[in-house]
């Protein structure tokens, strides 16, 4: 699966949560896929509530988020997460800006946590580094 998701607002996302360590780039791409599969998952349940809705069109409601918020205000692409969005839904259905808006914004709470647990474990592993291993490590712990 090729990864649609830019590194680099990843990177800056996992920099925010980590102080002063340093941020591979290969934690960066472990986390790029991770939201990505995250962020399909979470379209396909989308898609579902607007099909059971009678709609082909997924709104920001569908993603059950109460409030969408202001695009500038986000790290990640509203782009690259519209095709995330489509990667495992129907080519009938649309997703709406407001949509892309809020998958993106859930998604970025997502990596935020992501990446402040990974920092937490490259300290304890006594790194000054956040590595892959960290974000494969935080996933084998808590999913």
Sequence with gaps: MSVELPFAPVDTIIRRNAGELRVSADAAE?????IQRHGAELAAGAAERATADGRKTLMAEDFEVEQVVDKDDLTLPVAPVDRIARLDIDDDYRVSMNARI???????????NVATAAAILARHA????VKAEDIVTYFELFE
Excluded: G, P, Q
């Design 30 to 34: 472990e986390l790029a896929r991770r």
């Design 126 to 129: 006594d790194r000054r580094t």
């Design 102 to 112: 809020a998958l993106a914004d859930i998604l970025e709470d997502y990596a935020d």
